[in-house]
């Protein structure tokens, strides 16, 4: 089992900046990956971007330039994951998840987190 814990939602102006935290932690596990999703009312959970055990990240069109996943590891089974958003728009309101794809008992089960409010309005 894997528990994430996110945090650092909140409301900010257009323009502005946020960074969203994700705590993972578990044991007997080997993170592949973490990622997040976000969804806005009334729409599916879309993928923002998500970054690898190698280090390599992946991002969505919408998050390319204004985004950035990074990481902190400190050992195997416990990781940070961020996520720096800047030059943020009222499109990218939404409840944020953060999620994590484990490497256990052959297969690669996936874990969500809470979700964390961001507001972009003025």
């Known amino acids: 089992q894997v528990q994430l814990v996110e945090s650092g939602g909140g409301w900010v102006q257009p323009g502005g900046s946020l960074r969203l935290s994700c705590a993972a932690s578990g044991s007997d596990v080997s993170i592949n990956s973490m990622a997040w999703y976000r969804q806005a009312p009334g729409k599916q959970r879309d993928w923002v971007a998500r970054?690898?055990?190698?280090?390599?990240?992946?991002?969505?069109d919408s998050a390319k330039g204004r985004f950035t996943i990074s990481t902190i590891s400190r050992d195997n089974v416990k990781n940070t994951v961020y996520l720096q958003m800047d030059s943020l728009k009222p499109e990218d309101t939404a409840v944020y998840y953060c999620?994590?794809?484990?490497?256990?008992?052959?297969?690669?089960?996936?874990?969500w987190g809470q979700g964390t409010q961001v507001t972009v309005s003025s």
């Open positions: 970054i690898f055990s190698s280090g390599r990240t992946a991002y969505a």
């Open positions: 999620n994590a794809v484990v490497s256990v008992g052959g297969g690669f089960p996936w874990f």
